[in-house]
């Protein structure tokens, strides 16, 4: 017999569906991002360097002023990166289960 524990939210594949029960998490700046799997995070923390460079660049020359958009470069790249949710954690302990509750101010 077989004494393997089952939980509910992982697939025989190790994809997690309950992001909030994820061991596949980052941590950018004061940021925690949650992952469905070990390939989702790690493709992240690959690109999440280039993807601020880049669009801290861009925004840059299409505005002609220095555009510090580093925290949109992550929210964007997370969500292109996972596709099954969303779950990020702040330093204060704030939980964004959506994009829409992420709001972000220019000052």
Same mark, same amino acid.
């Given at each position: 017999?077989?004494?393997?524990? /089952?939980?509910? !939210?992982?697939?025989? !594949?190790? *994809?997690? /569906?309950?992001? !909030?029960? !994820?061991?596949?998490? #980052?941590? $950018?700046?004061? +940021?925690? +991002? /949650?992952? #469905?799997?070990?390939?989702?995070? =790690?493709?992240?923390?690959?690109? @999440?360097?280039?993807? *601020?460079?880049?669009?801290?660049? #861009?925004?840059?020359?299409? +505005?002609?002023?220095? @555009?510090?958009?580093?925290?949109?470069?992550?929210?964007?790249? %997370?969500?292109?990166? =996972?596709?099954?949710?969303? /779950? @990020?954690?702040? *330093?204060?302990?704030? *939980?964004?289960?959506?994009?829409?509750? $992420? %709001?972000? =101010?220019?000052?």
């Amino acid at each position: 017999m077989n004494n393997l524990t /089952y939980n509910a !939210s992982y697939r025989k !594949s190790n *994809i997690v /569906y309950d992001l !909030s029960d !994820s061991p596949y998490n #980052s941590t $950018v700046g004061e +940021f925690i +991002f /949650y992952f #469905s799997t070990l390939a989702h995070k =790690e493709k992240f923390d690959n690109n @999440v360097d280039k993807k *601020i460079d880049w669009l801290v660049d #861009s925004l840059s020359r299409r +505005f002609h002023v220095h @555009v510090e958009c580093g925290l949109l470069a992550m929210f964007q790249l %997370y969500q292109q990166v =996972e596709g099954r949710g969303f /779950y @990020v954690e702040d *330093i204060f302990g704030n *939980i964004y289960k959506n994009s829409n509750e $992420v %709001y972000l =101010e220019v000052v």
